[in-house]
């Protein structure tokens, strides 16, 4: 009995082991790549510490290829969004749940309606639109399509309809108006759906690519992913450079989820349950 | 009590009119757009674009890249569908086991793919896969297998596809389903073990059967995720060799913002939406079910 067991701890232990080296392996190389010279790139055997380690590939990075624009555009625009689309659809949100008016549930079920849509669906006609109102290659036109998501709303909706209305009954007996209840009520308590959405929100457009591959075709608006996929391109032979640009594309989000790892998976495990 | 209209207005409002211009008036534009002739001489004057009633769909049936497109899509589906979810079940009642160790890294290790940006992990991926520099056939030179040209062979480029389509999803998968398996209460496994059921009758008979609205949700989610196969052949491959790794999204990407038939590629993004609505309404009559 007890060899069976410890056996098959060991099996259990391997088997999740190797997958979890097959899952970080890629990103070690990317890694210890990027700091390598180019005499030690092709080595076979790889060296996972290189010998005499270099940051020349991330200097070129920034000062030739010019990486930093497309890294502060995409802080611009990962940030805008998420915050944009944490305040209206928090005050959507709040209106769902908690407000009375005529055909409030209706409009609500043609929102959910629309989380069926692919966004494949919609970009043809928004390209056309933000082409004739001039929005191309501006931060508005990557920022503005990416705010209005309809899962937020929902998310939203479902969580403030947990708070209790005696709190927000309570508050209006004594004069309080909606934007105060909104704001000092709402708001504070609705703090773990908010960093869920954030935390979502924030890592879905950093990580967007057909989107500002489509919109941003001028290269100083360009966001990280199509800086990062038009280096493989250009530099189609240089590895180092590719792995470092791919190290700045990935670490910031990688570091990001490290923190977070926790509302991370709760969030995944609770939005993947609700479905 | 009713609020009042100025309170809807204010709080409604911005979500409304966003949602209105970026996602539910360009849904009809699409289906409009896919049966005109949209096309890059028209870009600047749109009043001349024609109706053509269905003739972009006539054109799709008989279009061989489409069907190419089509089938590769479903080729990855077919392949990597199952063998997602067969490794991210087994991953999660491995991690739901009470004696296993290490639980948290092994989630944070396996979630780490899924949160990556996937065109820059595809960058590192077509080194690994290089046929002369690349890591994993250098792994298999250990074993004196000698590694085929993953990515410049019509025959070995799609699966170089699926494995990193698979490499990202597990992690995310597995949380799914781990939250799944935590749902299920204890004392039916209890039960089960004072009757001398196996470990293997515990699992076919308990956890499969009580697992079911997780796999229903996962799978269609997952089948969704699959047909907008995008970021990952446009990197790896651009669709090559020989469109073997030519997915419907990528065509769409083709047809409508290289060659700007804008007509033509809303035409195929219709056709993706009503597989993913067909698909959506069968989930929820399977879930309603239960």
């Known amino acids: ?275 | 009590m009713k609020t009042s209209w100025v309170w809807i207005l204010t709080f409604v409002g911005p979500a409304l009119i966003l949602l209105m211009v970026f996602l539910i008036i360009p849904i009809f534009a699409s289906f409009y757009l896919s049966f005109t002739d949209f096309n890059v001489f028209v870009m600047t004057d749109w009043s001349r674009a024609k109706f053509i009633g269905l003739q972009n769909f006539v054109e799709l049936l008989k279009d061989e890249l489409f069907w190419k497109a089509l089938m590769n899509t479903f080729y990855c589906l077919v392949v990597a569908m199952p063998v997602t979810v067969v490794l991210s079940l087994t991953c999660a009642v491995l991690l739901n086991r009470k004696q296993t160790k290490f639980k948290n890294f092994f989630k944070v290790s396996f979630f780490l793919p899924f949160v990556t940006n996937t065109v820059a992990i595809a960058i590192v991926w077509s080194w690994i896969l290089n046929p002369s520099y690349g890591l994993l056939n250098w792994f298999l030179s250990l074993f004196g297998v000698k590694g085929p040209n993953w990515l410049g062979d019509p025959k070995w480029a799609m699966p170089s596809v699926i494995m990193l389509v698979i490499w990202k999803a597990v992690g995310y998968n597995t949380i799914l389903f781990l939250a799944g398996l935590q749902n299920i209460p204890d004392f039916l496994y209890e039960a089960a073990e004072l009757d001398g059921a196996s470990p293997w009758q515990r699992f076919w008979y308990i956890t499969l059967p009580m697992l079911k609205p997780t796999t229903v949700f996962v799978t269609t989610m997952m089948i969704i995720g699959y047909l907008q196969l995008f970021e990952e052949p446009y990197m790896l491959t651009q669709g090559g060799p020989l469109n073997s790794t030519l997915s419907i999204v990528l065509y769409l990407y083709r047809q409508g913002f290289k060659f700007f038939k804008l007509g033509y590629a809303s035409s195929i993004a219709v056709i993706l939406f009503l597989m993913i609505s067909a698909l959506t309404l069968l989930r929820l009559k399977l879930a309603g079910r239960k």
């Open chain 1, 1 to 275: 009995m007890g060899k069976t067991s410890s056996l098959r701890q060991v099996a259990v232990h391997g088997f999740l082991f190797v997958m979890a080296v097959a899952m970080i392996l890629p990103f070690l190389w990317m890694i210890s790549t990027s700091f390598k010279t180019p005499a030690e790139i092709f080595v076979l055997p790889p060296r996972w510490i290189p010998k005499d380690p270099t940051i020349e590939n991330y200097r070129e990075l920034f000062a030739s290829i010019k990486f930093g624009r497309p890294f502060i555009n995409t802080v611009i625009v990962a940030s805008s969004i998420t915050f944009f689309s944490l305040l209206v659809s928090s005050m959507a949100g709040y209106a769902f749940a908690k407000f009375r008016f005529k055909g409030r549930d209706k409009l609500f079920f043609l929102i959910l309606a629309t989380l069926m849509v692919p966004g494949q669906m919609t970009i043809i006609p928004v390209f056309l639109l933000l082409r004739q109102l001039g929005l191309l290659n501006t931060y508005a036109g990557l920022i503005l399509p990416g705010v209005a998501s309809a899962f937020n709303i929902f998310f939203m909706r479902q969580f403030i309809m947990s708070i209790p209305n005696e709190l927000i009954e309570a508050a209006k007996i004594d004069g309080a108006k909606e934007s105060f209840i909104y704001f000092c009520i709402i708001l504070p308590l609705s703090k773990p759906a908010l960093t869920t959405i954030a935390i979502f929100t924030f890592t879905g457009s950093w990580n967007s690519f057909l989107w500002p591959l489509i919109i941003a075709q001028d290269e100083r608006m360009y966001t990280l992913p199509v800086a990062v996929s038009v280096l493989a391109g250009q530099y189609g032979e240089n590895l180092g450079i590719q792995m470092a640009g791919s190290c700045i594309v990935i670490a910031p989000i990688l570091v990001f989820f490290l923190f977070v790892q926790r509302y991370f998976i709760k969030g995944i495990a609770l939005t993947g349950l609700k479905g």
